[in-house]
């Protein structure tokens, strides 16, 4: 079976631009959730998504961030306009049910922002 | 003070040595307990989870949470080379779906 599949798997880009990081779920999972992971903070829950629906975003940092959910095999991640201090790996997570259920990762999208 | 306590200083063994890691926690809600590995450039995959106090076995890997102390534990038997890796321990409160995660623990097997 496919696992939960990101892309592009890095990404390097100058301040000010905008980055979309793509998502692709596990097939028949309903939960969807985007992690940031540095080495300061730990890994973070930004958002998730339930049945497409962005049911708690508290973890956005702020409104350069967006996400979105348009079918149940893809979302995207959007920074506008793009930090230096967004430089970070993104992971993408889906799961099948709550919060006891397992999330399976994908390999990250490890950003650099010049 | 944060959720999930977990010191993320490297630690180093030989091969074959028992690995101990630990995570306190501050909130008592917390239900479900889990341990990700996480190797170099990879995603986090679920290695072992647990909802009760007590020990739970898994091949060379013990989870072992104290709910009255807010403390959980991960033991690697038998280390190998293979086991090096990023361990982060998780937890969640039951019907919730925000994981707690620790910072991560960087393990080194040496041969």
């Known amino acids: 079976d496919a696992g939960v599949i990101q892309s592009p798997r890095h990404e390097v880009t100058e301040m000010g631009q905008e980055v979309t990081l793509r998502c692709k779920p596990i097939s028949g999972h309903d939960y969807l959730f985007w992690y940031r992971q540095t080495m300061m903070r730990g890994l973070e829950l930004l958002i998730y998504?339930?049945?497409?629906?962005?049911?708690?975003d508290s973890g956005m940092p702020e409104d350069r961030f967006s996400a979105k959910m348009p079918n149940a095999s893809f979302s995207t991640l959007k920074i506008q306009p793009s930090e230096p201090r967004d430089s970070a790996v993104y992971f993408c997570a889906s799961s099948l049910g709550t919060g006891n259920q397992p999330q399976h990762f994908g390999d990250g999208t490890r950003l650099s922002i010049l | 003070q944060k959720e999930v306590e977990q010191d993320p200083g490297p630690l180093s063994v030989p091969e074959g040595a028992i690995v101990s890691l630990n995570c306190t926690y501050s909130?008592?809600?917390?239900?479900?307990f889990m341990w990700y590995r996480q190797y170099s450039r990879k995603g986090p995959e679920l290695l072992m989870y647990?909802?009760?106090?007590g020990n739970k076995e898994d091949g060379r890997f013990t989870a072992q949470v104290d709910k009255s102390s807010k403390y959980i534990s991960l033991f690697i038997r038998d280390s190998q080379p293979s086991d090096s890796a990023t361990y982060l321990c998780?937890?969640?409160?039951?019907?919730?779906?925000?994981?707690?995660f620790g910072k991560g623990n960087q393990v080194v097997v040496i041969p």
């Open positions: 998780a937890m969640v409160i039951y019907g919730n779906n925000r994981l707690a």
């Open positions: 998504f339930n049945n497409n629906v962005p049911i708690d």
């Open positions: 647990t909802y009760s106090s």
């Open positions: 909130n008592s809600a917390f239900q479900y």
